[in-house]
């Protein structure tokens, strides 16, 4: 190995980790007016998406473990965001849906995806580059979600 592949300039987990970090940092006053947090955002575009879904779906779309969400989902509930509901067909089954103050914050937050995909916009992420940007994390993501399982 040579020097060079030890410079935290050459490591695209430093890039990535930097990048993340960053764009939650521009969510922060964006959710924060609603009192939210980035990761509670996150589940919000799940359930916004389709509503009354398992945790285990919820974990699974997110990339998280479900002891990772499931305080996550707590807290929301006690915010009365959403409500946890034993499921029908399979009791040991939590099915997670939005109440109307869930659902009223999609239109309260609307303006966020706009705001911080402009925030994002520079002179190699445009409009036009994002499908094949996303594409390529998409990539990463399923070769690193790959070597997990």
């Known amino acids: 190995m040579t020097q060079e592949a030890f410079k935290l300039d050459n490591q695209l987990c430093f890039r990535l ?19 939210l947090t980035y990761p509670q955002y996150l589940v919000l575009l799940v359930l916004w998406e389709k509503d009354a879904q398992p945790v285990n779906d919820i ?20 915010e009365g965001i959403l409500v946890r509901k034993k499921g ?21 937050l609307s303006d966020v995806p706009a705001t911080v995909g402009s925030a994002v916009l520079c002179e190699s992420v445009t409009p036009e580059t994002t499908p094949d940007l996303f ?13 997990k399982e």
Do not use: F, W
């Not at 980790?17 to 009192?35: F, I, N, V």
């Not at 594409?135 to 070597?147: E, F, H, P, V, Y």
């Open 17 to 35: 980790y930097t990048a993340s970090r960053l764009l939650t940092q521009a969510y922060h006053p964006l959710l924060s007016e609603q009192g």
């Open 59 to 78: 974990a699974k779309r997110l990339h998280l473990e479900t002891n990772t969400v499931t305080p996550l989902l707590q807290r929301m509930e006690q």
């Open 88 to 108: 029908e067909k399979d009791a040991r089954q939590m099915i997670v849906s939005l109440t109307e103050k869930g659902k009223k914050l999609k239109k309260k």
């Open 135 to 147: 594409r390529m994390l998409d990539d990463i993501i399923g070769k690193l979600s790959a070597t």
